[in-house]
Nanobody, 115 residues
Framework: QVQLLESGGGLVQPGGSLRLSCAASGSIFSIAAMGWYRQAPGKQRELVAVIKNGGSIDYADSVKGRFTISGDNAKNTVYLQMNSLKPEDTAVYYC?????????WGQGTQVTVSS
């Protein structure tokens, strides 16, 4: 059984930074892709960033130049460095990993950007 554990959310002022982490544990053979999604109140869940096996990376237009996704395969961990945060980045952030042909989601971590 694979479990994902997220950490790093919180309250930050506009212009600030946060770093999210998502660590996978359990029986893992290979990870095909790692990504971050977010869901704001009253809105649909949306893709923020994804990194695929092989190194290709995609970002939502709204976060390009501000957010950076990275992965550590040795630790089965994906990170999301968020800089220049804006109030509209406020949401619950979820990691999503494709492990051994299965789709796993983290429990979600709240990010609130407010003065």
């Amino acid at each position: 059984q694979v479990q994902l554990l997220e950490s790093g959310g919180g309250l930050v002022q506009p212009g600030g930074s946060l770093r999210l982490s998502c660590a996978a544990s359990g029986s893992i053979f290979s990870i095909a892709a790692m990504g971050w999604y977010r869901q704001a109140p009253g809105k649909q869940r949306e893709l923020v960033a994804v990194i695929k096996n092989g190194g290709s990376i995609d970002y939502a237009d709204s976060v390009k130049g501000r957010f950076t996704i990275s992965g550590d395969n040795a630790k089965n961990t994906v990170y999301l460095q968020m800089n220049s945060l804006k109030p509209e980045d406020t949401a619950v952030y979820y990691c999503r990993l494709f492990i051994d042909l299965n789709d796993y989601w983290g429990q979600g971590t709240q990010v609130t950007v407010s003065s």
